[in-house]
T-cell receptor, first 110, second 114 residues
Framework: DAKTTQPPSMDCAEGRAANLPCNHSTISGNEYVYWYRQIHSQGPQYIIHGLKNNETNEMASLIITEDRKSSTLILPHATLRDTAVYYCIVIVEGAQKLVFGQGTRLTINP | DTEVTQTPKHLVMGMTNKKSLKCEQHMGHRAMYWYKQKAKKPPELMFVYSYEKLSINESVPSRFSPECPNSSLLNLHLHALQPEDSALYLC?????????????FGEGSRLTVL
């Protein structure tokens, strides 16, 4: 699976959009981009995933660049409850493993 | 019911004890997973079960013994653990046997080995 690179930490003001970048420059055509987050003392939680097109759900939006070498997770109106570690994971179609990288520790400030 | 339930939430054991962690899901999911997470580190995959059969063992020491008695239950038997095995143990399940589907995680069992 392609390796991902994320900033170790980010801060965002409450009510603002939080934009979390992920670099996956070695991604292959059959690899998906997944985002999970882990709030302190809880298990990881699925957020969103995509292959080529931008995706949006009730939690977030995922913007994937045209060359697919990077992506951005957008939390449109961050709240204090969005403080968590966010993991960007690239998974080949059919893979049995979900392997976590170091992630980005996002802190939402009041 | 979209929950993965793990028990116990906390466990303290000595190095000579035998204990078990339990994980349960009633979503009809076909794959179940055990992860280990040390403080301030990402979760590390330990085992994957597909259709109740062990499909992946990430070279985990034999003092950790997984068991999948039926499609809803996943156990992790612990024996002769070391203090460095103290960690949060996370269970997850997925509808499909590939990781391309959403994994649902439990809240974990926090293990302390004395």
């Amino acid at each position: 699976d392609a390796k991902t690179t994320q900033p170790p930490s980010m801060d965002c003001a409450e009510g603002r959009a939080a934009n979390l970048p992920c670099n996956h420059s070695t991604i292959s055509g059959n690899e998906y981009v997944y985002w999970y987050r882990q709030i302190h003392s809880q298990g990881p939680q699925y957020i969103i995933h995509g292959l080529k097109n931008n995706e949006t759900n009730e939690m977030a939006s995922l913007i994937i660049t045209e060359d697919r070498k990077s992506s951005t997770l957008i939390l449109p109106h961050a709240t204090l409850r969005d403080t968590a570690v966010y993991y960007c994971i690239v998974i080949v179609e059919g893979a049995q493993k979900l392997v976590f990288g170091q992630g980005t520790r996002l802190t939402i400030n009041p | 019911d979209t929950e993965v339930t793990q028990t116990p939430k906390h466990l303290v054991m000595g190095m000579t004890n035998k204990k078990s962690l339990k994980c349960e899901q009633h979503m009809g999911h076909r794959a179940m997973y055990w992860y280990k997470q040390k403080a301030k580190k990402p979760p590390e995959l330990m085992f994957v079960y597909s259709y109740e059969k062990l499909s992946i063992n990430e070279s985990v020491p034999s003092r950790f013994s997984p068991e999948c008695p039926n499609s809803s239950l996943l156990n992790l038997h612990l024996h002769a653990l070391q203090p460095e095995d103290s960690a949060l143990y996370l269970c997850a399940s997925s509808r499909e046997t590939s990781a391309n589907g959403e994994l649902f995680f439990g809240e974990g069992s926090r293990l302390t080995v004395l």
